[in-house]
Structures are given as C-alpha cells and as structure tokens.
C-alpha cells in the first residue's frame, strides 16, 4: 500500500480520529506509588532531589496513602529507614521496623490497598551495601538468609507481595521458601530482575540515606550494557519463583522491557526511577520542559516498552490527570 492510496496523515486530523487509533493506554490500576517510612512521629521531610517526595513517619504517612487511595491507585511500595543501622542491617527484619509497622497500620485501615515492600539491606546497614560484608566484599549467601527473614517480617506484617531488590544470586528461592514454610504461600514476589547499576538512582539515596559508604554496587547490579544477561536473570527468578519481574531503570532500559514482555509469560513490572523523575521535574522548574506533558509521555513509553505496571513517584500526578 504505499502513497497517494495510503494517508496516514487520515487518522491524525481530529481528536476523536487519534483516540480510535491509539494502541497504548495508560490506566490508574497501572501504577505503584512508592513511599519512604521512617521511625518517629509528625514526621514529613521533603527530598530535596525529589520534589514532592517526603519521608514520613507511620503517621503522616496514613494521610498519604488516604489521598492516593482516595486517587483510586491500587498499590504502594513501601522502603523503610531504620532507628539505628548496624554491619548486619538488623532492624530490616524488626517486628518494630518502619514498614513493618507501616505494613501493619495500612492493611488495618485500608485492606484492599495493595502493600508491596521492598526488601533490601543497604538502608540497614552502617556500611550501606545491600548484604552482609565478607572483607570488602558483599556475601551473597550469608545474605539471603537476613533477605528471607526480613521477607518473612513484612509479610507477616500484611504485605501482599515481597520486592527482593538486592541482586543476590538465590534470593527469590530463598524468600519464596521461607514463605512456604511460614504457611504464607499467598503472599507474591514482585522479584527485581534486571535491576541495573544506575546514575538514574542518585536522588533515590537522598531519600532512603542508602549510598554506600566505600566503593559501589556494581559487583551485584547489573552492568548497563547487557540485554542477554536480563534474560538470563528474569529466567532464574522466575524458575526460583517470582511471581512479577522488573526491569529498573525504566527510561534508559526501554529495550529490555520490551524483551522480557516478548520472552517470558508473568506480568512485568518497570521502576520509573528517582533519577528519571527529578530530571522532569528539574527541567520543569526551570521552565524547560511542560512537566505534565513529558510525564505522560514518559508513562505511555515504559508501557508501549511492555511494562504491565509501572512504579513511579508520578503516581498521584498521573492519576489525577488520568481522572481528568
Ligand atoms: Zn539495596
């Protein structure tokens, strides 16, 4: 079919024309919004890097999970900041924790909500590293045993579904066999599968005080020049037992969404990052960029890209446009 039969420019001219024609949608049932826990009271301090993100205790936190569930968002993700830090990330797995009690507090208010909790050491730990040091070094194996315990926790707290996002080799199999034997074999593991080793991650360590303290993650988090070796990852966590995969990034790892969306059977997740987030916003304030229009554009790409959900401190935003 080629010109002057064929007129593509046909379906363009009007609004409702576009509409009959558009083939990605974005919807609020999407969207995950991702928030910081803290110990304390009253607590609601702003990220710089990130405006309109806060950290908030278990308080005020409540307030912001009623105005996104007042938005009709379905999920939250939950990252904790500890009391204290210690070498071994102790109080991630404390029944005390943040999100554990977070966890609890949501799910005794808003059942349905769904609560997802990110499960990592590196906000735990003095030294900032997502699992327990041998040396210099990250030990994986004698970090997936903290992984599955503070797995454990949160789902005995409520959480639906656990978000191993360290990259240690084993960690779903593990998390999904300390969950069997606790009798918890419904709550799900949305698995950090092709979780990258990213600039884009900057302002997201402001927000969780989780930078490590000496050298860096790219010993355990994915080298950004491999597509095969996602496949790989996603294959094996979903052997182990995931239930969701993500990629993370998401703006710079559109590709590989598209590979995982295309190659395996579960529903993919992708995590619009802190880094992705505070460039639209920056550009924004400074008048360069339409920031609800860049948003948008950006949430329909990571969904063209294949993501069935997308984890995004845009979530309100987007929803109230989306409403609109
Ligand atoms: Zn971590």
Redesign the pocket.
């Known amino acids: 079919m080629y010109f002057p039969v064929y007129r593509p420019r046909r379906f363009r001219r009007t609004e409702n024309l576009r509409r009959m024609v558009r083939e990605t949608s974005l919807r609020v049932d999407q969207l995950v919004y991702p928030l910081f826990v803290m110990p304390g009271k009253g607590v609601k301090n702003p990220v710089p890097s990130m405006p309109g993100v806060h950290q908030f205790s278990v308080d005020t936190l409540l307030k912001e999970v009623k105005s996104a569930a007042g938005l009709n968002i379905p999920a939250v993700l939950l990252f904790g900041l500890p009391s204290a830090k210690d070498e071994w990330g102790s109080e991630a797995h404390a029944e005390s924790g943040a999100v554990q009690q977070a966890t609890r507090a949501i799910k005794d208010r808003y059942p349905d909500l769904v609560v997802i909790t990110d499960v990592?050491?590196?906000?735990y730990t003095s030294h900032g590293h997502?699992g327990l040091l041998k040396g210099k070094e990250v030990d994986n194996d004698a970090t997936l045993e903290v992984l599955a315990k503070t797995a454990l926790s949160h789902a005995q707290s409520g959480a639906d579904l656990v978000a191993p996002?360290?990259m240690m080799d084993g960690r779903v199999g593990a998390i999904r066999e300390a969950l069997d034997e606790s009798g918890l074999d419904q709550v799900g593991i949305l698995a950090y599968s092709a979780k990258y080793c990213s600039g884009f991650y900057g302002p997201f360590r402001d927000a969780a005080d989780?930078a490590p303290q000496f050298g860096d993650r790219r010993a355990y988090q994915m080298d950004m020049a491999n597509s095969e070796e996602a496949m790989r990852e996603v294959a094996l966590d979903i052997e182990e037992g995931a239930d969701m995969v993500m990629v993370k990034p998401a703006l710079p790892y559109l590709d590989i969404i598209r590979r995982v969306k295309d190659e395996f059977d579960r529903p993919v997740a992708a995590y619009n990052v802190s880094g992705e987030y505070a460039m639209i916003k920056a550009a924004a304030a400074n008048g360069w960029l339409d920031e609800q229009r860049v948003m948008m554009e950006t949430l329909i790409a990571i969904r063209r890209a294949g993501a069935d959900l997308i984890l995004t401190y845009f979530a309100k935003d987007a929803a109230k446009v989306l409403r609109a």
Do not use: K, P
């Open positions: 990592c050491l590196c906000e997502c996002s360290d989780s």
